[in-house]
């Protein structure tokens, strides 16, 4: 079946959502179809705690948050980005008020801000430790509204139709049918996320398979910064617990790290101990690991708050973790780090648009130099939302002049359905793995050409998996996932010094000359 849209949106979290809503305001007459390949809530989005950073009271100002997210970013920001993003930050939470999130107020009916490593001062917005759940539930009750928003659940985007550096819109797995459907729209927004799934150890939900950068790439995007992929210090340890993030907001809080044997550590690594900058801290645990050969560290909450302020505090963590018989009002947390943020992907100005003609790229997905080699935390709400006011108000101006162009059908050839779901199982577990011991917190060359040899031959044999078997989700984000995989490595090996989340012990130290790091077809 042949579908026609005006402005095709895929992906359903933060970014997608909220530039539907933008759109729906803005250009009424134009059609508008959101497709997402689980259900419209499961995105990064839905899962976020801590909250959505901007400058609120009159201890803050526009200055000392630029220059937070340029301390964080270690010289690779793009400084006019930052600017921009940052001093819109009110407005468009405030956007986001009006639509109905209640953020957390304390007993002076002010809203509570919280603190995150990086922040010199107190500036994020949050609804207790469930701030995404919020945000989330609030722009989906919104779009639903919305009378020229169409919206398709469990539609899987395969691969998008582009020729000669001009997109015209995709080809989309409807998993309920298991028919491929061809998609022509006369633009084509990836609102899709991150790629935490590339690692074995991730507090990222299971639709964060790099699907967007992956198709991007191939339709001719430039990829930028691939390398800087962000370790969250604290996911919750649990042989049960999949994915489980303790907020920052905690340490924000007090709350303090230790070994098995009840020390701290953090003094050690940075003066400001806790709350350094993130990348710090997750290369602070994984030395104490490598030290001590321990598995997992603590996060003490128990000692420094009462049981009162802590379920108030974090009324979402305080019952996930007594589903897995941990107290955290009584006992430390075991936590270790994990990958938790893509602060590299699809080169876009701040409006979402490419290299790509008719093709725009917003949220995680998109690498603006917002974030340079390092992300501040708090920061990537905001600039999903930044960036999809930016998008539409860039679309409303240019999409009456544009036409919607059909493309070919989705050709099958001789695809069988698949006899062997245990390559694709096996595949995936190996490209997991490997990315975790030979491109996680600590690289060395060695490692990285290892684990570029190991993609090389992994690729191979999953392209021709995708050519040979009918398609299904599964084989459509294995094939995503070894392609991101394969432009990090690529990435990694390319930049020549340690900066940011970026850490590799054969040059321990930062370049004086240090650029983006840029990565096009063919690798
Ligand atoms: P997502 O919210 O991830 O949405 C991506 C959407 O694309 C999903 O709907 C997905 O199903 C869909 N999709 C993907 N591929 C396809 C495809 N092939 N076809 C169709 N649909 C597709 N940031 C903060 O600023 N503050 C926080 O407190 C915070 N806490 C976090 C906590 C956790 C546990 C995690 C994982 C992240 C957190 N982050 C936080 C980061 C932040 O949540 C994300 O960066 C942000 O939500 C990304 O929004 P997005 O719209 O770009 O993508
Ligand atoms: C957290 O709550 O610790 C996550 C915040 C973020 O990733 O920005």
Redesign the pocket.
């Given at each position: 079946m042949k579908l026609k849209t005006d402005i095709l949106i895929i992906g359903s979290g933060i970014s997608g959502l909220s530039l539907a809503l933008y759109l729906s305001k803005l250009i009424p007459d134009e059609k508008i179809l959101l497709i997402t390949k689980e259900g419209l809530h499961e995105s990064s989005t839905f899962y976020?705690?801590?909250g959505i950073a901007s400058v609120w009271n009159s201890n803050d100002n526009f200055e000392k948050h630029i220059q937070d997210t340029l301390i964080a970013g270690d010289g690779l920001c793009d400084e006019a980005v930052v600017r921009k993003i940052i001093s819109q930050a009110p407005k468009r939470i405030n956007e986001l008020i009006e639509l109905g999130i209640e953020f957390t107020c304390n007993s002076n009916g002010e809203y509570d801000l919280g603190k995150?490593g990086g922040h010199s001062v107190r500036r994020v917005l949050h609804v207790n430790d469930q701030t995404g759940q919020s945000i989330e539930q609030t722009l989906i009750e919104n779009v639903r509204k919305a009378s020229n928003v169409e919206i398709k659940e469990k539609w899987c985007a395969v691969n998008l139709f582009a020729k000669n550096f001009r997109c015209y819109g995709v080809y989309a797995l409807n998993q309920e049918s298991q028919e491929i459907h061809n998609i022509a729209a006369k633009t084509t927004v990836l609102a899709t996320g991150g790629a935490g799934k590339i690692y074995l150890y991730t507090t990222n939900p299971d639709i964060a398979s790099g699907d967007g950068i992956a198709m991007a790439y191939r339709a001719g995007a430039t990829i930028a910064n691939m390398e800087f992929y962000q370790f969250?210090p604290t996911c919750l340890f649990h042989p049960y617990a999949k994915s489980f993030?303790i907020?920052?907001?905690m340490r924000g809080e007090g709350a303090i790290l230790k070994d098995l044997r009840g020390n701290d550590f953090m003094e050690k690594y940075h003066p400001q101990k806790e709350l350094a900058p993130r990348d710090i801290v997750s290369r602070a645990i994984d030395a104490e690991l490598k030290r001590s050969g321990d598995d997992h560290v603590y996060l003490d909450i128990a000692s420094y708050k009462d049981s009162d302020f802590i379920k108030s505090h974090f009324p979402g963590i305080y019952n996930a973790c007594l589903d897995f018989n941990i107290d955290i009002t009584k006992q430390p947390i075991p936590v270790v780090p994990a990958a938790?943020?893509c602060c590299g992907g699809v080169k876009t100005k701040i409006d979402g648009s490419t290299e790509v003609k008719n093709l725009f790229v917003i949220g995680e997905s998109a690498c603006t130099g917002l974030h340079g080699s390092n992300r501040l935390?708090?920061?990537?709400l905001l600039e999903g939302v930044v960036t999809a006011y930016e998008c539409a108000n860039s679309l409303a101006g240019e999409i009456q002049k544009l036409s919607v162009e059909e493309f070919p059908e989705w050709e099958p050839g001789n695809a069988v359905p698949s006899t062997e779901a245990v390559v694709l199982s096996q595949n995936w577990d190996e490209i997991r793995r490997f990315m975790w011991n030979y491109v996680g917190i600590v690289r060395t060359d060695k490692r990285l050409q290892r684990a570029k040899k190991r993609i090389n031959l992994l690729l191979d044999e999953i392209d021709q998996y995708y050519w040979d078997f009918k398609i299904e989700k599964n084989l459509v984000e294995l094939r995503n996932l070894a392609t991101v995989a394969k432009i990090l490595i690529v990435s990694a090996i390319s930049r020549k010094e340690s900066r940011g989340i970026h850490y590799n012990l054969d040059y321990p130290n930062k370049s004086e000359m240090s650029r983006p790091t840029v990565i096009r077809r063919p690798w």
């Open positions: 976020a705690q801590g995150e969250h993030l907020t920052e907001a938790h943020y935390a708090s920061n990537s």
